[in-house]
């Protein structure tokens, strides 16, 4: 576990299971303006990555995807750990659809 975080993301194509690799860093943000302050914190950010080179020698092995070619499905949830347990999100899902207008009139320069 990384000093200081006790939030972790884990990302993973929703028709392969978690059993394929993350999809990106499991670190999770919040807005500097919500930090250190005694309220619910109702926001939070993390990053997927674009694109990725296979890493056959992972384990688990990693394919390669490129989502601005081929979007899919991202299926996602937080855990919170503490020195007594862990607790579990629910699993959310990002549509292909959604990911696929992001990249509507994508051109690479």
């Not at 299971?17 to 619910?40: M, Q």
């Not at 989502?67 to 699993?91: G, H, R, W």
Request: net charge negative.
């Amino acid at each position: 576990m990384r000093e200081g975080n006790i939030l972790f993301v884990h990302s993973y194509f929703c028709d392969r299971g978690e059993n394929f690799g993350v999809l990106g860093d499991p670190a999770v943000y919040v807005d500097l303006a919500d930090a250190g302050k005694d309220k619910l914190v109702k926001q939070f950010h993390f990053f997927i990555d674009v694109s990725r080179k296979s890493s056959p020698g992972s384990v688990p092995p990693e394919p390669g995807f490129d989502l601005s070619v081929m979007p899919e499905d991202i299926c996602f949830y937080v855990t919170a750990q503490s020195v007594i347990t862990t607790y579990k999100s629910n699993v959310a899902r990002i549509p292909k659809a959604a990911i696929e207008h992001v990249f509507i009139g994508w051109e690479l320069h």
